[in-house]
């Protein structure tokens, strides 16, 4: 049993003499500890209503959500609210995109992070300010002991981050959601972000859902990615395989809208035509077909369902597989195989597995290129501060 099971969750909007807006629709995914799963797409694709609803911080009024949410075998959608509550912090954290917002601008940061500390460690005083100053030093925020005494606006956009990571880690969560934790900031003060996320999750065991809309952040730190359309995961696969042999038109689509260091000189992108708000009716049949190139009439006759790609990338017509049950390289280490599934009817010709190797490597690398290469700048966040 992976620590977080999500299967089949729905998220619809309900307003009156208004139709349902089904944000998410039958989403389901798991992950483990020590894990980075990615969750991709571009906006409006349910990525941040799908974390909210698995942290409880959706509205009651006006939402039906549906399908379980399992954490750590406790169904997260029927616990009480006040559960839910001690919950967050203590077993579950999430990072949110822009910081400024998420903390409190006329309290300082320290009093934020001794507040958590308080609250879920029973930490108080001295002990505690020692602890919140420990916890801004660890994610990498300089002379940690001034910086508690500051207010959010006093502190750079990265260290604002970080000191959003910080209080997330105050109790040592065993999950945490990170929602384009670095979409506000520049390069290289992103791949520090990152990197500090990864080493959080190699130290501590920790689970990350990693919530992104930029495939050079998946290419860096995912292990696993859902790609999700439309509030569908239409491919779910081990990190390599996606940017190595993506099979839906959607993943493809996505992995041509960006440079490649490994592209030929002067070769034009492939951007996806249209936008997300071209879904006409698209409850029935496949959401992505008004964009696809690959579209048939087949594409319009119900919903496709989640098919697998066998070991040697034959379709496998078998839409009850569950995870773990078929072909994947999984995670080195890991003993998981996972599955590479994908959810159309007339996907881009699988790739064959006996090709170029160094493809297989590459291709990731190809696409977080520009973030590896800007690593280690600590200097830069130094004096931008
Ligand atoms: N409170 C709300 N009431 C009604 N509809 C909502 C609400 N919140 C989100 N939605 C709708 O749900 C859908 C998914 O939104 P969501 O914010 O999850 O997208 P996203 O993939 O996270 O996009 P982004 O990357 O821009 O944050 C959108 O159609 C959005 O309009």
């Known amino acids: ?30 992950v483990d500890s020590g894990e980075v799963v990615g969750l991709v797409g571009e906006s409006g694709c349910g990525k941040s209503v799908t974390s909210l609803a698995l942290m409880g911080l959706l509205p009651r009024r006006g939402v039906d959500i549906g ?20 919950m967050r912090g203590t077993e579950l954290a999430m990072i949110f995109q822009d910081p400024l917002s998420s903390l409190n601008p006329v309290v300082p940061v320290g009093l934020q992070v001794t507040e958590i500390l308080k609250r879920h460690r029973g930490l108080k005083g001295e002990k505690a300010k020692k602890e919140a100053a420990h916890l801004l030093e660890r994610v990498g925020i300089p002379d940690p002991t001034r910086r508690l005494k500051e207010y959010p606006h006093e502190l750079s956009g990265g260290m604002r981050q970080r000191a959003l990571i910080a209080m997330a880690v105050a109790c040592a969560p065993r999950l945490m959601i990170a929602d384009e934790p670095t979409t506000a900031l520049d390069v290289t003060i992103q791949a520090q972000i990152l990197e500090l996320l990864k080493e959080l999750v190699d130290q501590e065991g920790t689970a990350l859902l990693m919530i992104t809309h930029d495939l050079g952040v998946v290419a860096g730190l995912c292990d696993r990615v859902n790609v999700l359309y439309a509030g569908r995961v239409v491919e779910a696969a081990e990190r390599r395989d996606l940017f190595h042999r993506p099979t839906h038109p959607y993943s493809t689509g996505l992995l041509g809208s960006i440079p490649r260091l490994d592209s030929a000189r002067g070769e034009p992108l492939k951007p996806i035509r249209g936008s997300i708000n071209d879904i006409v009716d698209w409850r029935d049949g496949c959401a992505f077909a008004p964009r696809c190139d690959r579209y048939e009439m087949e594409c319009l006759q119900g919903t496709p369902e989640l098919v697998l790609l066998g070991a040697y990338g034959e379709l496998e017509k078998d839409a009850t597989a569950k995870i773990g049950s078929t072909y994947g390289s999984g995670r080195e280490g890991s003993g998981k195989d996972y599955p590479h599934r994908h959810r159309c009817v007339n996907p881009a010709q699988p790739h064959n597995p006996t090709d170029d190797l160094a493809t297989v490597e590459t291709a990731a690398e190809a696409v977080s290129g520009s973030h590896s290469d800007e690593k280690s700048t600590d200097d830069n966040e130094e004096a931008e501060a």
Do not use: C, H, Q, W
């Open 1 to 30: 049993m992976s620590l977080l099971e999500v299967n089949e969750l729905s998220v619809a909007f309900t307003k009156k003499n208004r139709a349902p807006n089904r944000a998410v629709d039958g989403v389901s995914f798991d």
């Open 67 to 86: 399908g379980e949410v399992s954490y750590n075998g406790t169904d997260l959608l029927s616990i009480s609210r006040s559960r839910l509550r001690d």
